[in-house]
């Protein structure tokens, strides 16, 4: 079993923060990896916000494939983080030889491009990032985006927080919005890509539990976009609906869920928008979920949210103050990083809603 969480803040927060939330859930997961996504980016990061970040860890053949290929397409790196690891004896982390964390600046002739053209030639370039290092296997590439870092590893959280140095808080590496997750998925082939979170496009998602439909998605999403590959966890299968959904077809976050989870017939045909309803199971009833699940996602936006599956078999509960507002599998992740909080306004959002968190730190629960 999986536990997730994630941190919505209005003032930059460290790494060791979303440690903190997850490491109280032990119990819940095998401390087989660590990795996070983080968003809307400060410290170091602060003067490149506009500008794509590419995550990866790669050996050094790696490192000098992925520099051939950047300047052989006009990317001009502009800055460069380079983690300065902690190799104390006897830490339980498979590390890479290199990590690297590095902004560029587009192509000249990307200047007049669309915002569109420009999503679509970041993802066309760590698709075939990613298939250069997979192919030779000299590496990993999880992001490469304006704003977003991410780190994968396998072994024990603790240790890996060590050896990156993430307790240390510097004030280097600091975000808004943090997703993470403690376990490697085991369910699978232990390999990096299949950890939690995903990302694509300007979304990232995490998910707790099972989706038993996975074959039935996998099959229907290698049809409908060229960036839905991998499948190394079925999990992945909600990453790609949401951002089918979204930016593919441009519907409201509502419709996600109803096409994760649709409601019964009977129910359908007792509602004003039934036609809607009955359009979206007909057309995208291979996109159906099912299992026990919650997710957690942040939008291109930066608008966080969280659902579960339609008979809420996984935990979740969203809690905070003014300041923070966290998501946890259990509530004692909460209680870690919020003791403070008044408890009595925690949500623990049930099978028929979304809880969306957007940027004011406003919480909305929207009913299927």
């Not at 052989?72 to 890479?96: C, R, T």
């Not at 808080?169 to 299949?194: E, F, W």
């Not at 976050?253 to 039934?274: C, G, N, S």
Request: net charge negative; aromatic share 10%; charged share 25%.
């Amino acid at each position: 079993m999986c536990r997730i969480g994630s941190i919505k803040s209005k003032v930059p927060v460290h790494p060791s923060k979303a440690l903190h939330l997850m490491l109280p859930q032990q119990e819940g997961h095998d401390n087989s990896g660590f990795a996070m996504v983080m968003q809307d980016l400060y410290g170091i990061f602060s003067n490149y916000k506009d500008k794509p970040l590419l995550s990866l860890a790669c050996t050094q053949r790696g490192a000098e494939l992925v520099e051939d290929f950047m300047d052989s397409h006009n990317f001009v790196q502009l800055a460069e983080w380079i983690p300065v690891p902690n190799k104390q004896p006897g830490l339980d982390i498979q590390a890479m030889p290199y990590y690297i964390f590095r902004n560029y600046d587009y192509p000249e002739h990307y200047n007049e491009k669309t915002p569109a053209e420009r999503e679509t030639l970041l993802l066309d370039i760590r698709l075939a990032l990613r298939k250069l290092l997979e192919d030779q296997g000299e590496g990993f590439v999880y992001s490469f985006w304006p704003d977003v870092l991410t780190l994968k590893e396998i072994g024990d959280p603790r240790d890996i927080a060590t050896y990156f140095r993430l307790w240390d808080d510097n004030g280097c590496l600091v975000a808004k919005s943090i997703v993470a997750q403690c376990r490697q998925n085991t369910n699978y082939d232990i390999v990096r890509y299949a950890a939690h979170p995903f990302f694509l496009q300007g979304y990232t998602l995490c998910a707790n539990g099972e989706n038993t439909f996975y074959t039935k998605n996998k099959e229907f999403q290698k049809s409908l976009h060229h960036g839905y590959i991998g499948f190394e966890s079925d999990s992945q299968n909600f990453l790609y609906t949401l951002h089918y959904v979204l930016h593919e077809l441009k519907w409201p976050i509502e419709y996600y869920k109803h096409v994760i989870t649709p409601l019964p017939f009977a129910e359908i045909e007792a509602r004003e928008d039934k036609d809607v309803l009955q359009a979206i199971r007909q057309s995208l009833a291979h996109l159906e979920i099912n299992g026990p699940n919650t997710i957690i996602a942040v939008l291109p936006s930066g608008e966080m949210i969280t659902c579960c599956d339609s008979k809420k078999l996984r935990p979740v509960v969203v809690g905070g103050d003014d300041t923070v507002i966290a998501i946890s599998s259990e509530v004692c992740g909460l209680n870690e990083i919020l003791p403070n909080r008044d408890m009595s306004k925690d949500i623990y959002p049930n099978e028929r809603e979304v809880v969306v968190i957007n940027n004011d730190l406003e919480v909305q629960r929207w009913k299927q």
